[in-house]
């Protein structure tokens, strides 16, 4: 089964808004990291936050983190039509070697 | 610096034939990975490796098969492939085995009829 699920499974926003994509997971994590896929590409790495870490920021990027609850939260704030993209959050946990992927959210954002 | 290549860029196999899917990086990551993406499941784990000469396996490792004879290659063979194996292919690479970020490939689109 997978580590991490994403919420919504899509989001569909007009430029300028933000937008807010959330992952549960189900086990402790040592970090958890949030990946950005264009249509017919790879994924490519955004962010990492660590166990210890409440919130990072990159750009419009903000991502939170709550251990207690299990659950992340990736903004990304005055979005653009170049936003438009699949999102994951990957999970490597506590006594695991390897990185699990969620299923991810679909932003469209229209311009 | 390419970063991670994979070949082929798609592909249409007939049910029963073999095929290896090849991937490279340039990074001189220790640790590469193999994962097939569909519709609705995310990334899955086929198998990775931690560094040259071990291989281990991932979520998904059933009809799949890697080797890992040095630092920058890692292939995914079919040994026959099924229908189910229709998938998009990603390799991927991180510099340890441990909570890297990972560097994706552009995919190999696979498809078995």
């Known amino acids: 089964s997978q580590q991490g699920e994403e919420d919504p499974q899509a989001l569909s926003i007009q430029e300028g808004e933000n937008a807010t994509m959330n992952c549960s997971y189900k086990t402790s994590i040592n970090n958890l990291q949030w990946y950005r896929q264009n249509s017919g590409r790879g994924l490519v790495h955004l962010i990492l936050i660590r166990s210890n870490e409440r919130e990072k920021h990159s750009g419009r990027l903000r991502v939170t983190l709550d251990t207690s609850k299990k659950s992340s939260s990736l903004l990304i704030t005055a979005s653009r039509a170049a936003d438009t993209a699949s999102y994951f959050c990957a999970t490597y946990y506590t006594g695991g070697f390897k990185t699990i992927f969620g299923a991810g959210t679909r932003l469209f954002v229209k311009a | 610096i390419a970063g991670i290549t994979q070949a082929p860029t798609s592909q249409i196999l007939a049910a029963g034939r073999r095929m290896t899917l090849r991937c490279t990086q340039d990074?001189?990551?220790?640790?590469m990975y193999w994962y097939r993406q569909d519709l609705g499941l995310g990334l899955r784990l086929i198998h990775y490796s931690n560094t040259a000469g071990t291989t281990g396996k991932g979520e998904v490792p059933d009809g799949y098969s890697v080797s890992r004879a040095n630092t920058d290659d890692f292939p995914l063979t079919l040994a026959s492939a099924v229908p189910s194996q229709t998938s998009v292919y990603f390799c991927a690479s991180s510099e340890g085995i441990t909570a890297d970020t990972q560097y994706f490939g552009p995919g190999t689109r696979l498809t078995v009829l």
């Open positions: 990074m001189r990551h220790n640790a």
